[in-house]
């Protein structure tokens, strides 16, 4: 199952929304209606849709206004203007602010349809260039790889960042979701405030809140002085909560407060302050396990858990494994004065075969060491001691032909008709879990006891095939 594009309709008459909708039931599209210009500032805030059918005349602001706001906020959205006839001046200056298109009113269904299906087609031609110059490039902010799984993670990002939407990032430890946060802070129009980095885990219980909150002079033995927290010190830019399903529960209320308020207090201060801080959060762990056993409360998870965004292991990330111990190895040789250049055959088959369960921190703790300890020009099998010949190997696909020697009772034709193949069955079962879900794709991933990247990149899988008969 593939999402659907989202299509925002901006206009404040009754009558013509409900022309829209019935004329544009004919596209697969998810329609979102905003009848004022601040409802349609909300919408943009929380979510980004593909395509923006914008009425110039509104009760409370000028459409041109509203497109210069997604303009200047770098949003993908394609922009279609609607105007009234006589209005031809308001086009020509909507399109020099960056309107994909415009319609004058009134205008015959088709032309509409037309307009809207070659905004959409654009929206994913753009998406398929970002993802090929990625492929190419392999490198995505500081974020390496190529592979679909790390495709779909930067789509992710790319489509949250703009919006003030908390992102929740799951993986693995060693995944790189730390390293996801920070590129989603540096596409979002916050990318010149701060990013602040508060890892849950780390902080003793006692003094989490006033890690969050700062405190004030004398509100506990040992405070000499005021102190500002995480959320004051991250205003106006980005607040990371790493590893947030370790917070204590009572502290989470707190949070809980600050996120539906806007507003906190220092811990022993009674002046109330504004929290203007965009929220990300990761966690290693299964964030919906962990409201099913008691740890963390379900209306904060609700809260947080607006965009998910899974980091896959390691192991499923393919030809991955290769491009970023080929960008350690030149970046530890570097450091230490060595003249590695490259991997054996054997090491790079051990490279390969390794599962890898400590992920990207362990290939960088392996590969500092061969450089550390050896000499030479190729790192060998041997040079790559850290690596536990007795752990399991990645996972690979049966050889053919072992299938084809299975015994047979029936025929081909008859085989055929009977059994459906893998792929299908796989696919079938996701979306229906997916729809189980509401579209929850972690909680799908927990009923289908699968990680979510495993998910995400089926779905990109699904994507590009579609994308490719299509065209």
Partial sequence: MTTKPRLLLVEDTPSILRIYHEVLKKLDVDLIDATTGARAAEILDETIPDVVLLD??????????ILKRIRARNLPSAVIVVTA???VKVAVDAMREGAYDFIIKPFPPDRLIVTVRNALERRQLQTLVAANDIAKEGKFHDLLGASLPMRAVYNVIENAAASRATVFITGESGT???LCA???HQLSPRRNGPFVAVNCGAIPRELMESEMFGHVKGAFT???TSRDGAVSRAQGGTLFLDEICEMDLTLQVKLLRVIQSGEFQKVGGSEVERADVRYVCATNRDPWGEVQAGRFREDL?????VVPCAMPPLRERDDDILLLARHFLALYAKEEGKGFADF????TRALRRYAWPGNIRELQNALRNAVLFNQGTLVTEAMLNRLDPNAAPRQTAQPIAALSSAPRSASVADARAAVKPLWLVEKEAIEEAIALCNGNIPRAAALLEINPS???RRKAEWEKERLLSAG
């Fill in 344 to 347: 054996d055959e054997g090491a």
């Fill in 182 to 184: 920070q590129a989603i």
């Fill in 176 to 178: 790189g979701k730390e």
């Fill in 454 to 456: 495993t998910i995400y």
């Fill in 222 to 224: 040992g405070a000499v």
């Fill in 301 to 305: 998870y609700y809260r947080l858990h």
């Fill in 85 to 87: 006839h006589g209005s």
């Fill in 56 to 65: 110039v005349e509104l009760p409370d602001a000028n459409g041109i206004d």
